[in-house]
């Protein structure tokens, strides 16, 4: 087995095969430093907990790290293996920005969200060791889904995925991205009312809960979920993914600022959350989206990069 396809167990030996480097620019620990997983993830696509012997917990893909035990003899197969997987990065061909930049919500505290997809070399893809569905660079605050992934999750009508197909600031499309970027509203549907519907819904319940036993909540994350409901209505009604809501910036940054009084805010998601009821009783979006041609596009892609 490599790293890439077996899940080591808590408590085993690991050597990792890239540095880490701290936020003054100082290597923490250099590349071949010995750690012990404390947690291990459920599937390859998400990161391990590896403690070192000075007692630094560090996250880490499969692809990042190996056995002490295969370190020593020298079967290192995997290394070309993770030297592509980083390289993966090279084949982002769709990159926008999210969060409160695009949103127009951007205050002293906001950072940039870049996010996009990425279309992986055939040779890659199709190997044993295969590809990550996602490529995150947790320091620049970057995640690509693999090709396939993201229009799978479009298809589903992910909030996030749709407003990275509706972003206005794009700072990398290649001409396949662009193709995809043209025919978006292939991925509207009355799912939309399903998936924000049922995140805002269950947010809000968790919410109140807060305020009756903590008597406060994280405004931040009560914004998102008012804007969440702003987007979702507007898709249904008008067919397209508003992401920029400037026109509420002042009242959602109250929220944000923890200046709004919850029942206030508690009243303008009610009426919001009438207005998103009424706009799917009335939307002309279709029942599902386009399977076919989302999935003729994802061959096109394929042989692309044959």
């Known amino acids: 087995m490599t790293t890439s396809t077996f899940i080591f167990p808590v408590g085993t030996q690991v050597v990792i095969l890239n540095e880490i480097i701290g936020q003054n620019g100082r290597t923490l620990h250099p590349r071949g430093s010995v750690g012990?997983?404390?947690?291990?993830?459920?599937?390859?696509?998400?990161?391990?907990?590896?403690?070192?012997?000075?007692?630094?917990?560090?996250?880490f893909k499969s692809a990042d790290l190996t056995t002490l035990a295969k370190f020593k003899t020298g079967e290192i197969e995997g290394d070309t293996v993770s030297f592509e997987r980083h390289e993966?990065?090279?084949?982002?061909?769709?990159?926008?920005?999210?969060?409160?930049?695009?949103?127009?919500?951007?205050?002293?505290?906001s950072d940039v969200d870049r996010r996009g997809f990425y279309l992986p070399p055939a040779q890659l893809h199709w190997s044993l060791y295969g590809v990550p569905e996602q490529l995150e660079c947790h320091e620049t605050q970057e995640a690509y889904w693999e090709i396939q992934k993201f229009i799978v999750l479009a298809l589903k009508a992910n909030p996030n995925v749709l407003e990275c197909l509706y972003s206005p600031i794009v700072e990398k499309a290649t001409p396949l991205a662009k193709e995809l970027i043209a025919m978006r509203e292939i991925f509207l549907s009355r799912l939309i009312y399903q998936t924000f519907n049922g995140y805002v819904m269950s947010q809000?319940?968790?919410?109140?809960?807060?305020?009756?036993?903590?008597?406060?909540?994280?405004?931040?994350?009560v914004m998102h979920l008012i804007r969440l409901l702003i987007s979702g209505t507007e898709g249904l009604k008008n067919g397209f993914i508003p992401v920029q809501v400037t026109e509420h910036r002042d009242e959602l940054l109250r929220i944000k600022r923890g200046e709004m009084e919850w029942e206030e805010t508690e009243r303008w998601r009610l009426s919001l959350h009438k207005e998103f009821e009424d706009a799917f009783e009335n939307t002309s979006l279709p029942?599902?989206?386009?399977?076919?041609?989302?999935?003729?596009?994802?061959?096109?892609?394929?042989?692309?990069?044959?």
């Open 287 to 306: 029942e599902r989206p386009d399977y076919e041609k989302a999935n003729a596009f994802l061959v096109r892609a394929r042989k692309s990069v044959v």
């Open 88 to 109: 993966l990065f090279d084949h982002v061909i769709f990159q926008c920005i999210i969060g409160s930049q695009a949103y127009g919500l951007t205050d002293s505290e």
């Open 204 to 221: 809000f319940k968790k919410m109140q809960a807060d305020i009756r036993n903590q008597g406060r909540v994280k405004w931040k994350h």
């Open 36 to 59: 012990v997983i404390v947690k291990s993830p459920t599937d390859i696509a998400h990161s391990y907990r590896v403690r070192f012997p000075d007692g630094v917990e560090e996250a």
